[in-house]
């Protein structure tokens, strides 16, 4: 099992900044790939960024204005969003998937955006 506890949600200005963070732990040893999704009320929950060994991915809505990183020594993952747009607000989440094709999530942090 993998635990996931982000972090670092809240409410900030249009063109602010808010930087996540997702604390792993548990059997982390085969995560290769992890990422960040958010879901806005009555949307699907949708890819905002990746990243693993072979590299990062971004969905077009975010690229440019959000970074991905991690810290592999304390097993957490970044997500830095600039430039926050009124479009921006959702639950964001964190997952962790493993070579085996499992994926776990955290409970998600709230980001809300004023204009």
């Known amino acids: 099992q993998v635990q996931l506890v982000e972090s670092g949600g809240g409410l900030v200005q249009a063109g602010g900044s808010l930087r996540l963070s997702c604390a792993a732990s548990g059997s982390i040893l085969s995560i290769n790939v992890r990422g960040w999704y958010r879901q806005a009320p009555g949307k699907e929950r949708e890819l905002v960024a990746t990243?693993?060994?072979?590299?990062?991915t971004y969905a077009d809505s975010v690229r440019g204005r959000f970074t991905i990183s991690r810290d592999n020594f304390k097993n957490t993952l970044y997500l830095q969003m600039n430039s926050l747009k009124p479009e921006d607000p959702a639950m964001y989440y964190c997952s962790a998937r493993k070579v085996v094709g499992t994926t776990y999530w955290g409970q998600g942090t709230q980001v809300t955006v004023s204009s």
């Open positions: 990243i693993s060994s072979t590299g990062t």
